[in-house]
């Protein structure tokens, strides 16, 4: 590699470079021209459906409606929802990934690979199975019953839309975070170690300062798909907890395509300030915690 | 605190803590495949073993042709997804101006990063848009199903195939072009059977999601074309019957299959991989001591 650029350039070399060059671009061509029509500009349309009536004429009637105390608080469930689900995989998770990355790499290949297998499956189905387990006829409270308490209600609650919400993308934070935490040095443990940290210090110091990126990563997996559900909500809310993904939907299908794409609009601005204030997060732990 | 400790594998509490998490996440999957056995009605009420709900699945016609739809569909997008994707790799990997190459790469990202519900109504919108303008009838149809999952799963195909190619040594094709090799040449001997690793698990990765997509297929199909997912999603809606169980197993079985292959064939080029990395080790210890 490091011959070819010490040898002065020959004539013929150029010309099959400048074709290499433009073989490049022509392969390259097809893909971002896909990439533009079909995700640029639709994102284009989302904005310009939000501020036009059925006419195409320019108005702020779909975003204004968004702001009734109905819909702003349908808003504020699904943020709180989506971030308590958020937390809970991160608590669930964490652990998880820090057992999975201390086995052995066999090991790690079958638990990594049991991990992603419920990713795979199909998620309204998944999602099913647990309205089958909540149901109060249902699999726990006939557990439950054995030992004659119960039964609770735990179908169609705020909690139930949490554990599908959990079950569904728990997998997509433990993923990132593990993928962090193989690539530690462990011989920074080492070092912690020898210098004198105990167990609790070489967590909280090294560990977690270094999965840091993994668990944003993670955030940004689970809050983004929960906070713009609208199956797990349907299922196990019973329809009762309405979110801003339901909010679409319905307008969807009540064929006020402008709306949905007001809606849109709000959810994709949600998003983008909550990634906006993750980065911001992100980069103040990496200037504060690793040199 | 010893120093060995975190070298060793899990303690008890690991161990513990890892089963009860997989408990969890297989719950709900080993509660359907085991009322997929039901002879009863019940999706809750187990009242004996039977085949009944596999049978009654392969003489269902919509399902099967559901099923049929979305294989159809899924093997489209992926071939059209894996060549475009794989040949977009290749030109991203030769970019020579950095901000083209950011400015790419991040139009690519959008897909992943945005929810999938914004992917499915901005698709929406365009093909309702477009299609109102050109006159078609069913706006919606197959072919609108088509560019939406061919959309989404593009940034896998090229996420996947891009390290490929920077992994592999340039001088390479720099080599069999120096041999006369024209550049397309060059491409199918030399690139391409270094890349395909990349290329099998992006096209593995368009397959399964074409295949599991509910979200944006919901926004974009059209009322001739049902997938499995959108079927599934219909039947929810209405009582269920361990039918749905029976398919969500088998559905279960080929992901395990396809899981598994592509587990193989990873495995096998990370071995290559590291043989490799550790003859390079040798050759280099070799240098140092001359």
């Known amino acids: 590699m490091n011959l070819s650029k010490e040898k002065p350039p020959l004539v013929k070399k150029k010309k099959t470079k400048k074709k290499g060059n433009l073989l490049a671009a022509f392969l390259a061509a097809p893909h971002i021209v896909w990439t533009v029509l079909f995700i640029v500009v639709p994102l284009i349309f989302v904005a310009v459906y939000a501020f036009t009536d059925r006419q195409m004429n320019f108005t702020f009637d779909n975003i204004l409606d968004f702001f009734t105390p109905e819909k702003l608080y349908i808003l504020w469930r699904s943020v709180k929802l989506a971030l308590i689900a958020t937390v809970i995989c991160i608590l669930i998770g964490y652990p998880a990934a820090y057992f999975i990355s201390k086995a052995n790499p066999r090991t790690q290949r079958l638990l990594i690979l049991l991990i992603m297998l419920p990713m795979w499956m199909n998620f309204l189905i998944r999602t099913y199975a647990w309205m089958v387990i909540l149901q109060n006829k249902g699999i726990i409270n006939s557990i439950i019953g054995l030992i004659g308490l119960g039964p609770f209600k735990m179908i169609n609650t705020e909690g139930a839309v949490i554990v599908g919400m959990v079950y569904d993308f728990l997998p997509y934070m433990i993923l990132p975070i593990y993928s962090v935490m193989t690539k530690l040095d462990t011989r920074l443990i080492e070092a912690a170690a020898d210098l004198g940290c105990n167990g609790f210090g070489v967590l909280t110091k090294v560990i977690i300062p270094h999965s840091l990126p993994g668990v944003f990563s993670g955030i940004t997996m689970v809050f983004v798909p929960s906070i713009s559900t609208f199956y797990i909500s349907q299922k196990l809310g019973g329809g009762k907890f309405f979110l801003i993904g339901d909010l679409i939907e319905s307008q969807y299908n009540a064929n006020n395509i402008h709306a949905a794409a007001a809606i849109s609009l709000v959810l994709m601005l949600i998003i983008l300030a909550s990634m906006a204030v993750l980065n911001h997060f992100s980069d103040d732990s990496e200037g504060g915690f690793i040199p | ?290």
């Not at chain 2, 495949?33 to 699945?57: C, D, H, P, Q």
């Not at chain 2, 990202?109 to 078609?136: K, Q």
């Not at chain 2, 060059?186 to 397959?207: D, R, Y």
């Open chain 2, 1 to 290: 605190m010893k120093n060995g400790k975190y070298r060793n594998r899990n303690g008890a509490v690991g161990i513990i803590y890892l089963v009860a998490v997989f408990i969890f996440l297989f719950a709900p999957i080993a509660v359907l495949i085991y009322f997929s056995f039901n002879s009863g009605k019940s999706t809750a009420v187990m009242e004996g073993f039977s085949l009944r709900w596999y049978e009654e699945l392969f003489r269902d016609e919509i399902t099967l042709g559901a099923l049929k739809n979305t294989l159809i569909l899924a093997v489209c997008s992926t071939l059209i997804s894996t060549v475009v994707g794989t040949a977009a790799a290749y030109g991203i990997s030769r970019m020579k101006k950095r901000y083209i190459k950011s400015l790419v790469m991040s139009a690519t990202n959008i897909p992943l990063m945005n929810p999938d519900i914004i992917t499915g109504i901005s698709l929406m919108l365009l093909f309702v848009f477009a299609g109102t303008l050109i006159g078609l009838d069913p706006i919606l149809s197959f072919r609108t199903l088509l560019i939406s999952h061919v959309t989404f799963s593009l940034p896998y195909v090229v996420l996947s195939v891009l390290p490929k190619f920077r992994q592999m040594d340039r001088s390479l094709p720099e080599a069999a072009l120096d041999l006369g090799c024209t550049p397309v040449q060059s491409f199918f001997k030399v690139e391409l059977p270094e890349i395909l690793p990349g290329v099998f698990t992006g096209a593995i990765m368009a397959f399964t999601l074409s295949l599991d997509d509910f979200v944006i297929s919901y926004f974009t199909k059209g009322s001739d074309f049902q997938t499995l997912p959108i079927l599934i999603y219909s039947m929810t809606k209405k009582t269920v019957t361990p039918k749905i169980y029976a398919l969500a197993t088998i559905i279960f079985i080929t992901i395990l299959l396809l899981l598994i292959l592509s587990n193989v064939i990873s495995a096998k080029d990370e071995r290559k991989h590291i043989n490799k990395l550790k003859k390079q080790r040798k050759t280099k210890k070799g240098e140092n001591l001359n």
